[in-house]
C-alpha cells in the first residue's frame, strides 16, 4: 500500500478548537468550575506539542546518535518528575529512585525492541527510538506513580499493623508483603485495562496514527501489538524497581519503619 497522508494545516487546527470551546462553553454554562482548567490545560497542550513538533523535526534531520540520547534522557527525566510529583507523601531519595528507575527500564525494553525486534539500522533513528520511547515512558510514569502513592499511603493507614508485626518478629519483607503486592497490582491496573478492550472498545493512537499515514492496518496492527507488550514490560519493571527502592527507603536494616522518612507533599 502506498504511504500517503493528509496534511493539516494551521486554519484546520484553528477549527478543531472548536470541540475544547463547546467544553468551555457547556463548562460555563452549567457553573461546573473547569473553564479555567480546561482553558490553561489546552494553551498547555498546544505550546506544549508545537514545541515538540519542532523540536523533533531538527532532531530528525540531525541524525546524531548523542543528541538523541540527551532527548531521551531529558524526557526520562520530565517523567520522573512527573511521576513524584503525582504522589502525596515523599521521602529523601524519591526522586532519584523514580529517575533511575524509569531510565533503567525504558531504556532496556526500548532498546530491546529496536535492535532486537524492529532491528532499526541504525539503531539510534529518532523516528523509530524517541517515539516509542515516549510511549514506554507515558505508561511506565503512570504505572509507577499510581503504585508508589498506593504503598506510600498504605505505609501511613497500615502503621500500626505493619508495626505490631514487626513488633512480633516479622521482617520488614514480611510485614508489608501484602501492601507491596496491591501496591504492584494498582500500578499496573491501567495497563492491563488498556489491553483488555484494544481493538473491541477503542483503536489504539499509534495504530490509528499509522492507518492515517496511509500504512497497511495489519501492519499498522503487528506494531500495536509489539509496543503495547513493550509498554506492559517497562511498566512492570519501572514499578517494581521504583517500589523495591522505595521500600529499602522507608524500612532499615533492623526491620524499623522511618515514619520520619514519609512526609507529605
Known sequence: METNYISISYPQLALGTLFIIINVCLSLTLRLGLT????????????????????????????????????????TTVAALSSVNRTRRRFSSIYWNNFVCLLSASFLVTGLTVNGIIRIDPWYDPQY??????????????????????????????????????????????????????ALRTGMIPIINSMMVMGLVSLPGMMTGQILAGASPTDAVRYQIIIIFTQASGTTLATIGVLTLAFFAVFNRRHQLSGNLIRNS
Open 36 to 75: 479555567k482548567s480546561l482553558v490553561i490545560a489546552s494553551l498547555r497542550m498546544i505550546v506544549q506539542l508545537l514545541l515538540v513538533g519542532y523540536a523533533l523535526q531538527w532532531v530528525f534531520t540531525l541524525r546524531n546518535p548523542l543528541l538523541v540520547l540527551l532527548v531521551a534522557v531529558a524526557m
Open 129 to 182: 527510538l524517541i517515539p516509542l520511547l515516549g510511549m514506554v515512558l507515558g505508561n511506565a510514569l503512570t504505572g509507577t506513580s499510581l503504585a508508589l502513592d498506593k504503598f506510600m499511603e498504605d505505609l501511613i493507614s497500615k502503621r500500626e499493623q505493619i508495626e505490631a508485626l514487626l513488633t512480633l518478629g516479622a521482617t520488614r519483607w514480611e510485614a508489608t508483603h501484602e501492601t507491596l503486592t496491591e
